[in-house]
């Protein structure tokens, strides 16, 4: 039986870890034709050679996407693969520092929006322009649950910058939803991932903490978001668009 994202050429932006990579793999098994991109070449490697031997299809284009000439070089050399560019998966993030709000730093405010925001704006920004060429496209940004809420524990950049995430995918899905693009957010809640180790340092009293304020009572795993992030791209989410999508065990439904 074909897969969800049989031949489709779907492009993934920090797919060298946590939830990028199970998505890199997740639409790997889904028939598609990936490109991984990550700012860590060896991690990006790594995927790519997951998804090959698996018996996938999968190219590793590292870059930064907070470098504008690197993200339209990745989308350019990805259309020199395959033709065209069916589906975006703007992943790439980083959490930030942890610091009261007055006190945030101006360098951290302005590193964490470079790569959350202005990253993901890049990244749209060249692909929107190579899916209105070939007819249509689908894009699935990863905001958060704190895009659509705010979460005190000081990451205050982190949370202006997936609230604009929301905003950017919002924007751009009324703009080309005429166009046949599509354009959601994936919105985890507290996943599982390296990113998370490194905000609660692995403390089993902080992870059960965290656990225990999710109404499922547990973190959520990369796969889990994988999952619905192939579906979002596919076909049989085909009158999804302006949309967030929250895979948080019920954490924003509550609030
Ligand atoms: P992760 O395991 O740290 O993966 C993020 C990946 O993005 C890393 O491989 C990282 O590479 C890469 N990256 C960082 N800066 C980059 C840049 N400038 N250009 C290209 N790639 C870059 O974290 P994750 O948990 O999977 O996070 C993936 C996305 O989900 C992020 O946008 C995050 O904000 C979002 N999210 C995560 C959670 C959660 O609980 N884990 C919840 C809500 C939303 P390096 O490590 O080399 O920097």
Redesign the pocket.
């Given at each position: 039986m074909p897969g969800y994202l049989e031949d489709k050429v779907i492009l993934i932006?920090?797919?060298?870890?946590?939830?990028?990579?199970?998505t890199a793999l997740a639409c790997a098994r889904e028939g598609a034709r990936v490109v991984v991109?990550?700012?860590?070449r060896e991690?990006?490697a790594e995927t790519t050679e997951q998804i090959l031997a698996g018996g996938g299809t999968a190219h590793s284009l590292?870059?930064?996407?907070?470098?504008m000439d690197q993200v339209e070089a990745l989308i350019r050399d990805t259309v020199k693969l395959h033709g065209r560019l069916d589906c975006a998966h703007n992943?790439?993030?980083?959490?930030g520092e942890t610091t009261p709000f007055h006190d945030y730093s101006e360098e951290g405010f302005d590193r964490v929006t470079?790569?959350?925001l202005t990253?993901v704006w890049y990244c749209m920004k060249f692909q929107i322009r190579q899916m209105l060429r070939q007819g249509g496209g689908v894009i699935v940004n990863?905001?958060?649950?704190?895009?659509l809420i705010g979460t005190g524990n000081g990451v205050s950049a982190?949370n202006a910058s997936?609230h604009g995430v929301m905003g950017l995918t919002r924007a751009a899905a009324m703009e080309y939803a005429q166009e046949g693009i599509r354009v959601n957010a994936?919105?985890?809640?507290?996943?599982?991932?390296?990113?998370?180790d490194?905000?609660l340092g692995r403390d089993p009293e902080k992870m059960a903490a965290t656990a225990m304020r999710t109404p499922s009572r547990r973190?959520?795993t990369?796969e889990e978001?994988a999952e619905v992030v192939v579906w979002m791209c596919s076909d049989a989410a085909s009158y999804l668009t302006g949309q967030p999508v929250c895979v948080?065990g019920g954490s924003v439904a509550g609030r």
């Open positions: 932006t920090g797919a060298g870890s946590g939830i990028g990579r199970a991109s990550d700012l860590n991690w990006s590292p870059a930064d996407v907070a470098d992943n790439a993030g980083i959490e470079a790569i959350n990253g990863t905001s958060s649950g704190s895009g982190y997936k994936v919105c985890p809640g507290a996943i599982d991932t390296p990113m998370a490194r905000l973190w959520g990369a978001v948080d």
